[in-house]
């Protein structure tokens, strides 16, 4: 049978892993929250990528259609400097450059078609992607409004357990409740049964005379510590 020191102990020990164990949640959420908002982060540089490349195709057709709208111009000029000239060598050279010219504008409206084509490739793949990727970060947003809920019902669960502990606490002898703060800063759980004569927390084998404390026999009444881990230590009948 239990001593009630013992009893009162574990009934500490129950209130103090549940507190743990809320603690440890309430840890865990900051780091959870920041791996979501990471994907959210990874989400929008994505579609700021799939704009940016949309971005860069359409500037590159301005930069063409003003190198177009120039060319044309001298094209222009030349025709008509042509009509002018009497020369016939300066006429020849005019038609080699009209010649030149309109082959670099049939270049330049080539290149500007193509781009036109990548443009409208771009922009269906930025539709595509931004549809795709909002509803992902819509779903990481559920997500951090999830946990910051739980956040919220595990502090509120916290001062519950707490106001557990501290009743828990009172009770409890001084000098039994001083042994267990110390065990406790550095092991948990603190009170453990014994097993076919070994500790249930190291599950070392204890010496016959801290069996005999455990089973309630030691001659001073003390509680019963393991040689080993230092845990408090009670017989399991």
Same mark, same amino acid.
């Given at each position: ?14 209130? =103090?892993? !549940? ?19 990471? @994907? ?20 590159? @057709?301005?930069? *063409? %259609? ?7 111009? @001298? *094209? ?12 016939? =060598? ?20 080539? !290149? ?8 409208? #490739? ?7 992607? %931004?549809? +795709? ?24 669960? /916290? $001062?519950?357990?707490? #106001? ?5 606490? %009172?009770?409890?002898?001084?000098? $039994? /409740?001083?042994?267990? +703060? ?15 004569? !070994? ?20 001659? =001073? ?14 017989? %399991?009948?």
């Amino acid at each position: 049978m239990l001593s009630p020191v013992l009893e009162k102990l574990l009934i500490l020990q129950d209130r =103090d892993a !549940k507190r743990l164990g809320v603690e440890a949640q309430l840890k865990a959420i900051p780091g959870e929250i920041s791996l979501v908002e990471q @994907k959210i982060a990874t989400e929008k540089a994505a579609i700021d990528t799939a704009r940016n490349e949309m971005r860069h195709l359409e500037s590159e @057709k301005k930069l *063409l %259609e003003t190198e177009i709208g120039s060319a044309e111009d @001298k *094209l222009a000029k030349y025709r008509t400097q042509q009509l002018s000239v009497k020369k016939n =060598d300066e006429y020849q050279a005019l038609t080699h450059e009209i010649a030149t010219m309109e082959g670099k504008v049939g270049e330049l409206e080539e !290149k500007e078609l193509g781009i036109m084509y990548s443009i409208d #490739a771009a922009k269906q793949r930025f539709t595509t992607a %931004e549809a +795709d990727l909002k509803q992902n970060i819509s779903g990481h947003e559920s997500r951090i409004a999830t946990l910051r809920e739980r956040e919220t019902n595990l502090k509120a669960e /916290l $001062a519950t357990v707490n #106001a557990e502990v501290a009743t828990a606490r %009172e009770p409890v002898e001084e000098p $039994a /409740l001083r042994l267990y +703060d110390r065990i406790a800063a550095r092991q948990m759980p603190v009170c453990v049964p014994l097993r076919g004569g !070994k500790c249930g927390g190291c599950h070392l084998k204890v010496s016959s005379e801290v069996e005999s404390g455990a089973r309630g026999k030691s001659t =001073d009444g003390e509680l019963a510590t393991c040689d080993q881990c230092g845990r408090l230590v009670y017989w %399991e009948s």
